[in-house]
């Protein structure tokens, strides 16, 4: 019983609830988003190898790996100093000419 390509989206729940996040909270750090993704993955994995039922392993699998990173995240963010300064995005100006399309 090994993972394979139907279990990808299991994997890939916790990499969203980091970066969903990162783009609206400043508070979260890059430690803890990263502890946060393998955290719930971890648990998500767990709790899809650990419930018997085939009907319902899945889904949960998929909520813990979604759910956890958040809480991770919360709890996490509160002990971190660590802020992300949304403004120097806005003043972003590249260093280098940017070709978007060829001539």
């Given at each position: 019983?090994?993972?394979?390509?139907?279990?990808?989206?299991?994997?890939?729940?916790?990499?969203?609830?980091?970066?969903?996040?990162?783009?609206?909270?400043?508070?979260?750090?890059?430690?803890?988003?990263?502890?946060?993704?393998?955290?719930?993955?971890?648990?998500?994995l767990i709790?899809?190898?650990?419930?018997?039922?085939?009907?319902?392993?899945?889904?949960?699998?998929?909520?813990?790996?979604?759910?956890?990173?958040?809480?991770?995240?919360?709890?996490?963010?509160?002990?971190?100093?660590?802020?992300?300064?949304?403004?120097?995005?806005?003043?972003?100006?590249?260093?280098?000419?940017?070709?978007?399309?060829?001539e």
């Amino acid at each position: 019983m090994g993972i394979t390509l139907k279990h990808n989206k299991l994997l890939l729940a916790a990499p969203c609830a980091a970066f969903i996040a990162g783009l609206i909270w400043d508070k979260v750090s890059s430690r803890v988003a990263v502890a946060s993704i393998f955290i719930g993955m971890i648990c998500g994995l767990i709790a899809y190898f650990m419930i018997p039922d085939d009907n319902i392993n899945y889904f949960v699998g998929n909520v813990f790996s979604l759910c956890i990173p958040i809480v991770v995240i919360m709890i996490g963010s509160l002990f971190e100093k660590e802020h992300f300064d949304f403004e120097q995005l806005k003043a972003y100006q590249p260093d280098h000419l940017v070709h978007a399309f060829k001539e």
